[in-house]
């Protein structure tokens, strides 16, 4: 029976990961996309980050990036075309090697949160395995049946803007008028008002994604 993994990875070679511990506030996704081409070095990328400029010095000099082409940008928003140096860590082979799927990719914290929809618990190994020998830290957070329909939905949020829209919420955010402020709510989470402001952002942006148009997760 097939599964559904959520999994937590990290290491300093890992794709854009040298961007996202320099940039504060940057959020990245990957894009969805049919080409699974286990060779593949270049890949889609949704970055969302306030000042352009600084986020593609920031790629220029990333070395995990050898090269970086801009389809779009929208308020604070980009998609890229990137290509990976040889040097750069990926797991997207042993994945399409098992015959699995990235269902979906996003930053958190100093690493990647991946959902993975495998054909059994034995690919999921392999993938750990593998993980292992590349000095890839993985964290296996949550394991399902596919045909599982138990359990909390997650409505896309990560822990990290779950926990934060809750926080929010609890301390009267939300209230008109507003019971505390923006920097009231990052002091507490020990973070800056960007990345306060971001989290909060994309954490409603996925509310909105998942109980408009019926998704558990944004596209």
């Not at 989470?189 to 997760?217: C, I, K, Q, Y």
Request: proline fraction near 3%.
């Amino acid at each position: 029976m097939s599964i559904i993994a959520k999994v937590h990875i990290e290491n300093e070679r890992l794709a854009l990961v040298p961007t996202l511990q320099n940039l504060d506030g940057v959020d990245i996704s990957v894009v969805s996309q049919g080409n699974t081409d286990p060779g593949s070095t270049d890949f889609p990328f949704l970055i969302e980050y306030g000042d352009r400029g600084e986020l593609e010095t920031m790629l220029e000099t990333d070395p995990t990036v050898e090269d970086y082409e801009l389809v779009d940008w929208t308020d604070q928003t980009g998609i890229y075309y990137i290509e990976h140096t040889p040097e750069t860590k990926l797991i997207s082979t042993v994945v399409t090697d098992v015959n699995g799927f990235l269902m979906h990719t996003t930053t958190e914290g100093n690493g990647w949160l991946v959902r993975l929809l495998l054909p059994d618990r034995n690919a999921l190994n392999t993938i750990w395995e593998y993980a292992n020998d590349h000095d890839i830290t993985l964290d296996i957070i949550e394991i399902y049946d596919n045909d599982d329909t138990g359990g909390e939905r997650s409505y896309g949020l990560t822990d990290e803007q779950r926990n934060t829209l809750k926080l929010a919420y609890e301390r009267g955010y939300f209230g008109e008028p507003r019971d505390t402020s923006l920097s009231e709510v990052a002091a507490e989470l020990d973070l800056s008002s960007t990345a306060t402001s971001g989290r909060l952002r994309r954490g409603m942006r996925n509310l909105v994604a998942a109980t408009l148009d019926g998704h558990d997760e944004e596209n």
